[in-house]
DNA sequence: TCCTTACTTTACACCGTGTCAATTGACGTT
DNA sequence: AACGTCAATTGACACGGTGTAAAGTAAGGA
């Protein structure tokens, strides 16, 4: 599954990640990659071992290009909890255009593969993660609404800003990036802060 | 595409719904249902074009034994705002089980299938509507949050009750369906009505 | 010269959807 | 009793997309 000069490797995931891009990651077959990448089709399969393993390297080259995990992880919990809050809105909801397409073919690869579904458990789990630290921020400033706890929040809120939602209302309802990130704000302090009147 | 004895296809839409119902939509083939029906595979297509239009005639079916359509259009607004922003959470959080796996099927269906889409749009457009009607009333009660007006709250609170948010709430993060319901109560009067604290 | 590496070409198997044609068996009619 | 019709059956096949297998080729290094 690894025999194969790497340069066309690299040459096989751009090519993915922009097809995926460019059209919402519905109608992109291995033929269509390889045609775009220069290759024959069956040159795919000297460096993947099928589909799914295709999109997952990709998923992870994009993450490592976009250094994801590293931002995420990273982020800043020192200033006040509602500001670390709407950073977490705005780097997300900046985010989520970006990488719909390749996450679109991920959601679709994870009905039928197993490799696929655990590649995108994994990423959601980051995410969610990210809220856990976003609502314990909250919490240590005693500014956590009380109907919550920290797994109910984290999971509401991870939920709410799931990309799912985000194609709902940025795609069927027509907002715009910045309307989402906004409203996202408004909705995410009403639902979980204290004393947001 | 509409010969055929009726009391076959009834067999059909019944054996597809309990078949969707018990595999969440997920792996069920055309022959699946034609061994569950106790016919061939051949005489589906007597009844039903093609695997879309058997979808979407399932989901008119059930419909029309569940009577969404009449529940959710002639739901009580004379009660209290708060009352009737509950009792709708109460309702749509009871149904989603009921009908997530015809969903999930529609919803996959949707990505290659016209009609398919249209009928998913056509369900999503009457939640869409109730939501308007909830949130009138809080306007009407002058309960609305500021931050909102009309459509933008009955997009968020559409798009946040949608049944890939319960996917994730209920399948991934294991909520009950009353911790949904009452989690969603919570979310929702705190994110849209006024004076919530 | 010979071997290896990376890729090509051609061909085919598999699966699920959808089509087609010939056949059967149970009914009513006249 | 012969006829037609309707609903379903059987069996065969085409298509599209994924994945496998095998033989061939062109370039570079020992």
Redesign the pocket.
Known sequence: MS???????KRILEKTWHLMEKRGGQ??????I?RAA??????I???F??????LVATVRYVDEVKQINERLKGMSTVANALQVLENYVEFWGNYIPEIYGLAKALLTARET?QDAAAAWNDRMEVVHQGWRKVIDCLVREGRLAPEWDLDQAADAAWAITSISVWENLALERGWSTSEYVSRMKTILKRMLVKNQL
């Open positions: 025999s194969g000069d790497p340069e066309t490797r109608n992109v077959k291995i033929s269509d390889a220069g290759i024959s089709r069956q040159a399969y000297l460096h071992g099928s589909r799914a393993e295709l593969d």
